[in-house]
């Protein structure tokens, strides 16, 4: 015992040596360092991990989203080979959200049966498909199940976006995902995997992006640009062509940016001040003065005037800009702007390749943004269209029976190999989904369909 007590002392007393004191302080300062260094690794990884598996995430409720609508649109196709194309396009984005959904790390049996879904999904429509491209007919089992697959799809899609929400406002986080997400999961999947998938057959392939803003709104870069028509012009030519835009008499200063590209188009751009706060971006093309692109992102508080009231406005503008003949097509209203897309006619026929998009303010109909890269890029006063072969009545008949037609009309539309297409519009319903289906006056094949979404904020399509 005495022994031990020495000792110590002993100890003590070489603490109080100041070379013993800075050996042992500099000890637990470098094992505090280390440890802060290593939990900040740890915290860096657990950070670059969860974003990993968000993106994941986000990526399988995007393409579980297009695969139901995929599916929708596939029962209604009446052409072998649309109905092909929009198959294989279900078997990209069925094989896609598949692979999405294995990244992330839930390893539960309920996330298997998911897998399994998914995976069931892509081998029937991948056969479907096949069968199509053959030149055979869907039986009506296949176009049955085809709304069985299409049902189900949507109550997956419906508890994936729920679960995105959760994350996204932080109710959950992939830690706890692990344990409440599979359980969430489960309730779906379970009920998916319960149903009667094993005796369908094999088959599916490809897919269609979601439009936001309009029936074609992205087919807008024609290389030729035939409506960029004039001669180039100066930075300074472009600024007056600005301040007339947007009104002289509103703009209190103008700047420059210099030179930039928007989509295609070779631009001078400017922010514009009119009032006291409110700013304005807008860019004018290089080759013939033309307004490519203007913004405002002032807020809208109170909301006063309509939606048809605005369109109106909207289409009063465009005459006033030297955008002859334009009539509305599809439109989004959010946070009290309306976005309206609005395409050239020509003789009753909608050209849906010249597109100007226009943002309203609905508190006192103020114009608050304006895009015509579309219009630019394929805009003519007068096309040379194609005679049709077939009659209204005939292109009517190549429509699926299941379609309830509400209106019909006449359109040129974009195809994705930059050529255009005269066809015969058709828009109706299912009972559940509204649609639009294309068939070319030419050929009376079906071209293509576009399912209607109706919401609070418009009309969409996809």
């Known amino acids: 015992m005495g022994k031990i007590k020495s000792k110590v002392y002993d100890f003590k007393d070489r603490l109080r040596d100041r070379k013993m004191l800075t050996l042992v302080v500099t000890l637990v300062s470098v094992i505090l360092l280390l440890g802060v260094w290593v939990y900040k690794k740890q915290l860096d990884y657990r950070n670059l991990a969860e974003n990993g598996y968000n993106n994941a995430f986000y990526q399988l409720v995007e393409y579980v989203n297009q695969t139901e609508v995929l599916l929708a649109k596939s029962t209604i196709s009446n052409s072998a080979k649309h109905g092909a194309e929009t198959l294989t396009k279900v078997w990209r984005d069925a094989t896609l959200a598949q692979s999405y959904l294995a990244r992330l790390p839930i390893g539960s049996q309920e996330l298997e049966n998911t897998q399994k879904f998914l995976n069931q999904v892509a081998d029937y429509s991948y056969t479907l498909a096949n069968k199509a491209i053959g030149g055979s007919e869907l039986s009506q089992e296949d176009l049955d199940n085809l ?5 189900y799809s949507k109550d997956l899609k419906n508890t994936l976006n729920q679960l995105e929400v959760d994350l996204f406002s932080g109710n959950i986080k992939w830690g706890e995902l692990e344990k ?4 969430a999961l489960a309730q779906e999947a379970s009920n998916l995997s ?21 029936a074609f709104s992205e087919h807008m870069t024609n290389p030729e640009r035939v409506g960029l ?7 300074q030519s472009a600024m007056n062509i600005a301040k007339e835009f947007i009104g002289n008499d509103r703009i209190t200063e103008i700047t420059s940016n210099g030179q930039s590209r928007n989509g295609n188009i070779d631009c001078y751009s400017f922010n514009a001040k009119v009032g006291e706060d409110e700013e304005y971006y807008i860019s004018v093309s290089i080759k013939g003065g033309h307004v490519v692109f203007m913004n405002s992102n002032r807020d809208v508080i109170n909301e006063s005037i309509s939606p ?3 369109v109106e406005k909207g289409k009063e503008f465009l005459n006033q800009k030297e955008f002859k003949n334009m009539k509305e097509t599809y439109y989004m209203n959010l946070d009290g702007i309306l976005t309206v897309n609005y395409a050239y006619q020509q003789n009753g026929i909608t050209m849906y390749p010249d597109l100007v998009k226009v943002k309203i303010a609905l508190d006192n109909g103020e114009i608050l943004g304006l895009e015509s890269t579309g219009y630019l890029n394929s ?6 269209l194609a005679e049709a072969k077939i009659t209204v009545e005939q292109a009517r008949s190549k429509v699926n029976n299941k379609l309830a037609v509400s209106s019909s009309g006449m359109a040129v539309i974009p195809t994705e190999w930059n050529t255009e297409v005269l066809c015969y519009e058709f828009k ?3 009972g559940e989904n509204d649609f639009i289906v294309y068939i070319n006056a030419e050929t009376g094949e079906e071209q293509d369909i576009l399912m209607i979404i109706n919401t609070p904020e418009g009309t969409l399509t996809e």
């Open 147 to 151: 709304t069985s697959l299409t049902n």
């Open 180 to 183: 409440k997400g599979g359980d």
């Open 194 to 214: 319960q149903n009667s998938f094993g005796s369908l057959e094999e088959g599916l392939n490809q897919y269609a992006g979601l439009i936001y803003d309009g």
């Open 229 to 235: 028509t004039g001669d180039d012009i100066d930075e």
């Open 308 to 310: 048809e009231e605005a």
């Open 379 to 384: 805009h003519r006063d007068t096309r040379d």
């Open 428 to 430: 109706g319903n299912t």
